[in-house]
């Protein structure tokens, strides 16, 4: 797996932002073929309804026949929901747009919150070897949302480089502090990565700055670029790792993964 430390066992990482539109799937889709290009072994689970990560790594609607709804649901074995992608050691859990019922069917489940948390420590996981999986959470608040940030070790959040990004953080925030609270005393920030930045615009620099400012260490160094090649990939249901490998986008995201290691490594010595 490169010369990175392998982390122990998998990392279960949010990724998560209520704001629509800052990166979050794209950021899911990347990372993972990033971390996988580097020899992990990474299970994405599409926890959102409308199912883009899904459809960016290429598995078809037709094929989606058991998704994270009939995971969450209907105590559906891993081996049965897990599907592989074109991208070696990168597989997904699909999602469609049952799942968008699913907030309302779990109020009534005394386990709500819980449910996905339990699915992804089913004595099967063993048989995958992960080392992290990522959870592309929907852009809401929602009890979809909970339940992954219950059932993760971390929150990764995609920020936009645009004029209201820090005021939207805080009440995700708000939300990360309140599942420790009462359900998962061990979340923690993974990071928050800037997406869309362009060099070229102070607004991108400014945001970029105060996010620095506001949250230190907890930025990654490694900036996503708006890139034309990024935007392209998902219509053609590839990671743009595997779309144009060379392009600033497919570096951005290898920086990314590469930090993400490291930076696990580091907490684990």
Aim: glycine share 6%.
């Amino acid at each position: 797996m490169s010369d990175l430390a392998r982390p122990a066992g998998p990392k279960i990482i949010a990724v998560a932002n209520q704001k629509g539109g800052v990166g979050k799937t794209t950021t899911t889709i990347n990372l993972g073929a990033a971390l996988a290009e580097l020899g992990c072994r990474v299970l994405v689970v599409d926890l959102d309804p409308q199912g883009n990560a899904s459809t960016g790594l290429g598995i078809e609607p037709e094929d989606r026949d058991l998704t994270t709804y009939e995971l969450l649901l209907d105590d559906t074995e891993l081996h049965a929901v897990v599907q592989k992608t074109s991208v070696e050691r990168l597989m997904i859990i699909p999602a469609t747009v049952d799942l968008s019922s699913a907030d309302i069917e779990l109020i009534a489940n005394e386990k709500r919150s819980y449910l996905l948390h339990d699915a992804l420590r089913q004595a099967a996981m063993d048989d995958f070897a992960l080392d992290f999986i990522l959870i592309d959470c929907p852009p809401s608040l929602n009890l979809l949302t909970v339940n992954a940030m219950v059932a993760s070790h971390s929150v990764l959040v995609p920020l936009q480089s645009e004029f209201f990004a820090l005021e939207g953080l805080s009440q995700l925030m708000l939300t990360i502090r309140e599942v420790r609270q009462t359900a998962n005393p061990h979340l923690r920030i993974e990071g928050v990565v800037m997406t869309m930045y362009d060099a070229r615009n102070n607004l991108s620099q400014q945001v970029e700055s105060d996010a620095r400012d506001n949250l230190g260490e907890l930025v990654f160094n490694a900036v996503i670029p708006r890139n034309v090649r990024v935007s392209e990939a998902p219509s053609y249901a590839l990671p743009v790792l595997q779309y144009d490998g060379s392009s600033k986008g497919a570096a951005a995201y290898r920086e990314l993964a590469r930090e993400l290691l490291h930076k696990n490594a580091k907490m684990a010595a």
